[in-house]
């Protein structure tokens, strides 16, 4: 059995002078930490080597649950000469430290991202159990209460609302399962459920006996009887039922005093859309210069509202509404129809109007599968393939590309693997930040996907999955975060799954709280 990143050369390495230091004298959630260590080719023929960091963190059994070691970052040499050398320097945060405890687990009084005081140790390592080069900083305790990228307070999301009249409840941790603890891996180990467990109707309003142990287990509470009713019912936005819900309550609906739409769509049009190309509609600060007076001298954010404002409501619905393979387009005000593109090993072979069945004139390449990519642990060579697919894309009419596909190697045994990077977070989502940063650099978007917890084929539009959150945030949701935060990504296809009873595309804190406001 190979331990993760596990890998051969057709020569031979030594490493040394492996060191980790900090960007500030005590730990805090902005500390960055660099480390270095020298690279020599001993053997008798060129090649490249990886240097993988793990880092082993402080852990208490029935506290936080943690790995025995979790890959930070990673880096790959240049190609090294027989005798030649080369200094490697890694950096990464604190918040890619931390843990999540989503029950209070070391009681201190704070659920989300956390580091526990203690020694954590560095490694430069060859794979997950490679001890050899070795680091040990004793360092303090530190709490993440907000998004270190958007400043949005995190906390437990996927949770029971507290109003009672919500149709929805959000949690995942189902009333039957058990969840895999590292203090006692034999007798938590997952197991089939037993045909009692799978009959909604068995024990249908008992919750899971665990969360009776846990302070805040109410927050996570959910019945058979709720899983039942719920999966009957299909979907809730949009009916009369929903005003109790999250995107109900959460979010101001009201419309704006400055949304004056156009009532025809043969009024005037005084401003196009490639007149506000690299001005954010969200920016309040940058001010436009223009030739055209209807937006001069205004802030970004006036001027993307003078724009829409053009649109009828029709056009405003359908620019939301219609979307397969395509983006909608409204040529009085300059905005052409986009083609987007299906295809995780190739962008293209498909038209605005759906599949077809060869690629056609369009010409573009077939790369090698995702998890060919990440076992190369080649960062720069995954943004090389990125500038590509965005060359590809730009020469060839696709505006969106429909990939990369990112879920996690959770079995051998799911139907696409062969899409998706690794069954590592870390690694998947460092490897995608680089594809994209390259992808996105040539102006073709990217949908990643199957966004999230979408990691089989069989019966992918109905399973209902269960987790809990921090399984759910370290693991299949990572390299999404790092799609999303790192690789500039601006485009989700969801999951066709449901997290509990709530499908994917209705799954507020999913889909809002988490993806739009922490990230």
């Not at 902005?30 to 793990?54: I, P, Q, S």
């Not at 943004?383 to 505006?399: A, F, K, R």
């Not at 969106?400 to 996690?408: D, E, F, I, L």
Request: glycine share 8%.
């Amino acid at each position: 059995v190979y331990p993760f990143g596990y890998g051969l050369s057709y020569t031979t390495f030594e490493w040394s002078d492996f060191s980790v230091e900090m960007s500030t004298p005590t730990l805090t959630v902005d500390t960055e930490f660099t480390a270095t260590v020298t690279v020599k080719n001993t053997g008798d023929v060129a090649g490249k080597d990886v240097v993988e960091f793990y880092m082993e963190a402080p852990y208490t059994p029935g506290g936080i649950e943690k790995s025995k070691v979790s890959l930070v970052n990673f880096e790959k040499t240049k190609l090294l000469q027989p005798g030649d050398s080369q200094t490697i320097i890694s950096t990464w945060d604190a918040y890619d430290m931390a843990s999540w405890d989503w029950k209070d687990a070391n009681n201190d009084n704070h659920t989300g991202y956390e580091l526990d005081a203690g020694d954590y140790t560095f490694y430069a390592a060859k794979n997950s159990h490679d001890r050899e080069l070795y680091e040990t900083l004793d360092l303090n305790a530190v709490n993440f209460t907000e998004s270190p990228v958007t400043g949005e307070v995190m906390d437990n999301v996927f949770t029971d609302p507290d109003n009672e009249e919500a149709i929805y409840n959000y949690s995942s941790i189902s009333p039957t399962m058990t969840i895999l603890s590292r203090e006692d891996m034999i007798g938590t180990f997952p197991q089939a459920p037993t045909a009692e467990e799978r009959d909604l109707t068995a024990n249908a309003t008992a919750t899971n006996p665990m969360l009776d142990e846990i302070d805040n287990g109410d927050d996570f509470k959910i019945t058979k009887q709720e899983i039942d009713n719920k999966l009957n019912w299909g979907y809730v936005f949009g009916t009369d039922d929903d005003a109790n819900e999250l995107w109900a309550t959460e979010v101001d609906w009201s419309v704006p005093d400055d949304w004056t739409q156009a009532e025809s769509e043969s009024e005037a049009v005084a401003v196009r859309l490639p007149e506000l190309m690299g001005y954010s509609p969200y920016d309040e600060e940058t001010i436009v210069e223009s030739d055209n007076e209807a937006i001069d001298d205004k802030t970004a954010a006036e001027a993307w509202t003078i724009f829409v404002n053009q649109l009828t409501y029709e056009e405003l619905k359908a620019l939301n509404s219609i979307g397969f393979f395509k983006t909608y387009g409204i040529d009085r005000v300059g905005k052409e129809e986009a083609v987007d593109a299906d295809g995780p090993c190739t962008i293209g072979g498909q038209t605005k109007d759906g599949y077809i069945s060869a690629r056609g004139s369009s010409g573009t390449r077939y790369w090698c599968s995702a998890q060919m990519v990440t076992a190369t642990w080649n960062k720069e060579l995954a943004h090389e393939q990125g500038l590509l697919i965005g060359e590809e894309g730009m020469w060839n009419g696709y505006n969106g590309w429909y990939a990369p596909s990112m879920n996690t190697h959770r079995s051998p045994f799911s139907g696409r693997n062969f899409e998706y990077y690794s069954q590592d977070g870390v690694l998947a989502g460092r490897i995608t930040g680089a594809v994209l940063s390259g992808v996105s650099s040539r102006g073709v978007y990217a949908y990643c996907k199957h966004y999230f917890l979408n990691d089989q084929e069989t019966n992918r539009n109905n399973v209902t999955t269960w987790a809990d959150e921090q399984t759910m945030r370290e693991i299949y949701m990572k390299p999404f975060e790092y799609a999303v935060v790192e690789g500039g990504a601006c485009g989700i296809m969801t999951g066709f799954n449901c997290i509990g009873v709530v499908n994917n595309t209705e799954n507020y804190p999913g889909m809002t709280q988490v993806l739009r406001e922490e990230w």
